[in-house]
Every structure is written in C-alpha cells, then in structure tokens.
C-alpha cells in the first residue's frame, strides 16, 4: 500500500495534541490518536475521586473560558473531558483527528544529517510514520513533512518496581495490578475489588493518595477494612491554595515571587541580588511549611518531608491532599506505612523491618515510563537524543530537540499550569513553522537547555523533570521576545509586579498592539 502524503502529522490527541492542532490549522495537519476519544489522561487514567490540581482559571485556553469560570474549585475529570471536548467542536478540531490510530514507529527519510535545521516545513517529505489501526491491526504507512509529537509523559506504559529474585508479584496469592488497570474498570468492579478487602496501595503521589480516598470510601461501615499505603519517598502537599490568610500565587505566580529565585541566561547582577536574597527565599519556604504541618497533621502521620517545600514546587511534584483523606486516617480507615524497601510473600507483602502485613490487593500507583513510549518508537541515533544523563528529554524552549529535524515536541515540559504551558508552545511552534523567525544554531541551542538543567539541578534534588515553575513567566518573556511580542502583558506596572500570569494574559497575541516597539 503506498504511502500517503501529508505536512504535519500530530501523534496523540490529549490536551497537548488538541491545542497543537488548533494553532497549525491552517496548514491540516492530521492527527493520530490510539484511542477513541480525545482527552489522554483525563479519559484514560483518571478515578472518580481525581480532579483539577490547580483553579479552573488557570487551567484554560487563552481564546476558550471556562463557562462559570467565576467558580474557583477545581473541576473533577469528567468537567475536563467536557472542557476539552468542548474546545475541539468550537474549533472544528475532529476533523483533523483519526482516531484508534497508533503510531508504532518513525523512521527519518529526509535529507542531510541530524541536527542540522533548516524550515520545518521543507516541501518535501522528511518523516515516515508507521500507524496501525487498533481495530483491524492493519499497517499504514504516511509520509509526513514534519512530526509534532504529544503523546505526554503519563498513562499507557506502567513503571513497575523490581524485586529480589523470588520475591515478586508472582509469588502472590492476591491480585496485582497498577493504577492504570485499576482505571479501566468501571465502578462496580472497583467496588468489588475493594470493598471489604485489605487493600495495599504503593505510592504517596497523587494517583496514590486519590486511591486511598477511595478505597477507604468503599469500605466504610464495620466490615469495612483499614487501606494500608505503602509510603517510601514524601513530598508535600497543600489543602488548597491559601496560606495563613494569603493566596499561594502570592509566593510564586507573580514577576516579584519569581525574582526570588534563579533562572536561566540571568545577568550577573540579578545573581548576585538572588544571593543576597536567598534568606528570604527560604524564608518563604519555611513560612509556607509551617503552614502545612499546622494545617495537616503531617507529624502525626509521619508525612512531613525532610526537604523544604520548595524543592518540590521546583519539580512540579506539589499535590493537593483531598479534605477527607486525614478524617478517614483518623477513622482507621486510611493506614499509612513507612518502608523504604519491600517485597511480597504468599499472603502479602514484607517490609525491610522485617514486618509482614496480608493483603488480599495490591495496587501499584508507581507512575509511568512516559520516555519508554517514545523510545519504543524512535530508531537510532534518535532514540540516543530523547535523554541526557540528567533524565529531562533535552528541548529548547521545552519543544525542539536540536538533534532531531523537522519535529517538535508539546507537553513534555512541566509548570504549575500545564495546559497553558503548552498552549503558549504551540503558539511559538506555529510561528516558527510559518517562518516567523528562526531558531537559532544548534549550538546555542543545547547551551540553552543546559543552562536550565543546571537551574534545575541547583534548585532541587528532583531535577529529573524539565520543571519551569520557579522561573515560568520568564521562561514565557523569552518565548513572547522570540515570536516578537511583548513580554510585559498587563496594563500597569503594579500588575506586572504583583498580579498572576496565566492564560488569558496571553489572549489576543495576535493584536498589533502586542508586538515590541
């Protein structure tokens, strides 16, 4: 069968994907998603307890509002889905889409060597994509000018921990499984699975502390049984967004938090005033901590992380606890164990205490192998370009990899508003597609990602994660100056310094008025 022929192709239809295909419209590009529906990990992998982790607000399109955006909770996954799905039918994005469409493998077919860039958009075909249709297993070939890849970090390959030899899932007399099974049974069967039985739930993150609510709801009552978690690294986590009295983007949304912290090409100056104000920057942190140990009984529980709050904000790992999860551990109904090693026997699981405890279950909420589901796709040498030694995937700007022509990525790069963070990305990619500006050489380009892989590591032990929190907005100054927009957005100078920056500060940037004088 031959191939056919395309410009773009975008792999994955989750938020990424759509906002992606809003802003390369014009050129019709076409879609692949594996699934069915749109949404990624909202749809596939999300419990009925799971909701937003930040305000509606600034989890929104610049040119699409919440309706009753006035609401400031946090929608559940269900008003997400309806969210985005919303989205795609105003900007007649469906049509791009081709559903139950999965990419199995990319395999570069364009002239010259990797890493040398020229227009993304050559006139000639610089990509072949295999795609399998999930409902017929059969394989189509398509020849596409470039690749935008946003099949996101999460969902569909678990990461799974390894055991001594003999001392594995297999051994066990329960059941095993990971979250991402869990998630695809429908409410019955998790009622079933959980419902009176001595359930282990492996994880402190916030799949894990989801489960536990829920698990501990479906066993209320006397025979109700305690769900045990399986704790072995802390991070914080908040009860909602206010702190002694004071709103949270206080301390980090805004142009002044964020000059308290370090960030990337900053001026000797600005260094030498972040050194003179890191008491205050810590100082901060422990404000902000001692709001949290009062507020939750993280001591009692033996949950209150060893290092300062803002290492984890730094690395986008900060979790918002659901209100009841403390009242159910004073209920016996949560039960919380700390082992930093542990392995299964016939009954149950045994910790390096030399503890054992029965389980009947055993989930585990240990995360995903986003970077495997590329890599599995990739060929050489590009597989080699997808990681340095730090963990983060290496992209400029959070989007090019300077050794991989002719492709970009969306929704590999973390902020306390993801969904944002990619809409602004996708904005600056479709300006650089239509030949708006040009990126610079390679060389400046990998400097640039070192630089922020260096901030990250000076800013937490976390640095795995390509996380921009601390220093967001400036990280959006430089994206706004490259496209050639204005990187001041608000309309006065106490706004910029005090108010939050969110989506709708990036709203009409196409508007003349926006472009640097």
């Given at each position: 069968?031959?191939?056919?022929?395309?410009?773009?192709?975008?792999?994955?239809?989750?938020?990424?994907?759509?906002?992606?295909?809003?802003?390369?419209?014009?050129?019709?590009p076409i879609v692949f998603e594996a699934s069915d529906y749109i949404g990624g990990v909202w749809k596939h992998c999300?419990?009925?307890?799971?909701?937003?982790?930040?305000?509606?607000?600034?989890?929104?399109?610049?040119?699409?509002?919440?309706?009753?955006?006035?609401?400031?909770?946090?929608?559940?996954?269900?008003?997400?889905?309806?969210?985005?799905?919303?989205?795609?039918?105003?900007?007649?994005?469906?049509?791009?889409?081709?559903?139950?469409?999965?990419?199995?493998?990319?395999?570069?077919?364009?002239?010259?060597?990797?890493?040398?860039?020229?227009?993304?958009?050559?006139?000639?075909?610089?990509?072949?994509?295999?795609?399998?249709?999930?409902?017929?297993?059969?394989?189509?070939?398509?020849?596409?000018?470039?690749?935008?890849?946003?099949?996101?970090?999460?969902?569909?390959?678990?990461?799974?921990?390894?055991?001594?030899?003999?001392?594995?899932?297999?051994?066990?007399?329960?059941?095993?499984?990971?979250?991402?099974?869990?998630?695809?049974?429908?409410?019955?069967?998790?009622?079933?699975?959980?419902?009176?039985?001595?359930?282990?739930?492996?994880?402190?993150?916030?799949?894990?502390?989801?489960?536990?609510?829920?698990?501990?709801?479906?066993?209320?009552?006397?025979?109700?049984?305690?769900?045990?978690?399986?704790?072995?690294?802390?991070?914080?986590?908040?009860?909602?967004?206010?702190?002694?009295?004071?709103?949270?983007?206080?301390?980090?949304?805004?142009?002044?938090?964020?000059?308290?912290?370090?960030?990337?090409?900053?001026?000797?100056?600005?260094?030498?005033?972040?050194?003179?104000?890191?008491?205050?920057?810590?100082?901060?942190?422990?404000?902000?901590?001692?709001?949290?140990?009062?507020?939750?009984?993280?001591?009692?529980?033996?949950?209150?992380?060893?290092?300062?709050?803002?290492?984890?904000?730094?690395?986008?790992?900060?979790?918002?606890?659901?209100?009841?999860?403390?009242?159910?551990?004073?209920?016996?109904?949560?039960?919380?164990?700390?082992?930093?090693?542990?392995?299964?026997?016939?009954?149950?699981?045994?910790?390096?205490d030399g503890s054992r405890s029965e389980f009947d279950v055993v989930i585990m909420a240990t995360g995903?192998?986003?970077?495997?589901?590329?890599?599995?796709?990739?060929?050489?040498?590009?597989?080699?370009?997808?990681?340095?030694?730090?963990?983060?995937?290496?992209?400029?700007?959070?989007?090019?990899?300077?050794?991989?022509?002719?492709?970009?990525?969306?929704?590999?790069?973390?902020?306390?508003?993801?969904?944002?963070?990619?809409?602004?990305?996708?904005?600056?990619?479709?300006?650089?597609?239509?030949?708006?500006?040009?990126?610079?050489?390679?060389?400046?380009?990998?400097?640039?990602?070192?630089?922020?892989?260096?901030?990250?590591?000076?800013?937490?032990?976390?640095?795995?994660?390509?996380?921009?929190?601390?220093?967001?907005?400036?990280?959006?100054?430089?994206?706004?100056?490259?496209?050639?927009?204005?990187?001041?957005?608000?309309?006065?100078?106490?706004?910029?310094?005090?108010?939050?920056?969110?989506?709708?500060?990036?709203?009409?940037?196409?508007?003349?008025?926006?472009?640097?004088?």
């Amino acid at each position: 069968m031959a191939p056919i022929l395309s410009k773009i192709a975008i792999v994955g239809a989750g938020v990424s994907g759509i906002a992606a295909a809003k802003q390369l419209a014009h050129h019709e590009p076409i879609v692949f998603e594996a699934s069915d529906y749109i949404g990624g990990v909202w749809k596939h992998c999300s419990y009925d307890s799971t909701k937003l982790q930040s305000f509606r607000s600034d989890y929104e399109f610049a040119d699409f509002p919440w309706p009753n955006r006035d609401r400031v909770d946090f929608p559940s996954h269900l008003e997400i889905l309806e969210y985005l799905n919303s989205y795609a039918r105003h900007f007649d994005l469906r049509r791009f889409i081709q559903f139950n469409s999965k990419v199995v493998g990319v395999r570069f077919i364009g002239n010259g060597n990797s890493g040398k860039f020229g227009p993304l958009l050559s006139g000639r075909p610089a990509w072949e994509i295999s795609v399998m249709d999930t409902l017929s297993e059969t394989i189509q070939l398509y020849e596409v000018e470039m690749v935008v890849m946003c099949i996101g970090k999460y969902g569909d390959i678990p990461k799974l921990p390894e055991f001594p030899s003999g001392k594995g899932p297999e051994i066990f007399a329960g059941k095993v499984m990971h979250s991402l099974d869990y998630c695809k049974l429908g409410k019955e069967e998790t009622n079933e699975l959980l419902k009176g039985k001595r359930v282990a739930i492996i994880g402190y993150k916030k799949s894990a502390i989801d489960l536990a609510v829920e698990c501990a709801q479906a066993n209320q009552g006397e025979e109700g049984k305690g769900c045990t978690m399986v704790v072995r690294g802390l991070h914080w986590t908040v009860p909602h967004y206010w702190v002694w009295g004071l709103p949270f983007f206080f301390f980090f949304s805004t142009r002044s938090s964020q000059f308290l912290h370090e960030r990337p090409n900053q001026t000797f100056l600005k260094t030498l005033i972040g050194l003179f104000l890191s008491p205050m920057r810590h100082g901060v942190s422990k404000f902000i901590e001692s709001y949290l140990t009062w507020k939750m009984p993280l001591e009692k529980y033996g949950l209150k992380p060893d290092h300062p709050f803002l290492e984890d904000y730094a690395s986008c790992q900060m979790a918002i606890m659901p209100e009841n999860f403390f009242r159910q551990a004073d209920e016996g109904k949560i039960v919380i164990k700390r082992a930093s090693k542990w392995w299964f026997w016939n009954g149950g699981i045994e910790f390096d205490d030399g503890s054992r405890s029965e389980f009947d279950v055993v989930i585990m909420a240990t995360g995903f192998d986003g970077k495997k589901k590329l890599t599995d796709i990739f060929p050489q040498p590009f597989r080699t370009f997808l990681q340095y030694p730090s963990g983060m995937i290496p992209l400029y700007r959070g989007t090019i990899n300077p050794m991989i022509p002719n492709m970009a990525f969306v929704g590999y790069l973390e902020s306390v508003a993801n969904l944002h963070t990619s809409e602004l990305r996708s904005i600056w990619l479709a300006r650089l597609v239509d030949e708006k500006f040009k990126l610079p050489e390679t060389q400046k380009m990998v400097e640039q990602i070192n630089k922020e892989m260096e901030v990250m590591k000076r800013s937490t032990r976390f640095y795995k994660r390509h996380c921009i929190s601390t220093y967001s907005i400036n990280h959006s100054d430089q994206i706004c100056e490259e496209m050639g927009w204005n990187p001041w957005r608000k309309n006065s100078w106490f706004s910029e310094a005090f108010s939050p920056y969110g989506s709708q500060d990036y709203n009409n940037i196409n508007n003349a008025n926006n472009k640097i004088n």
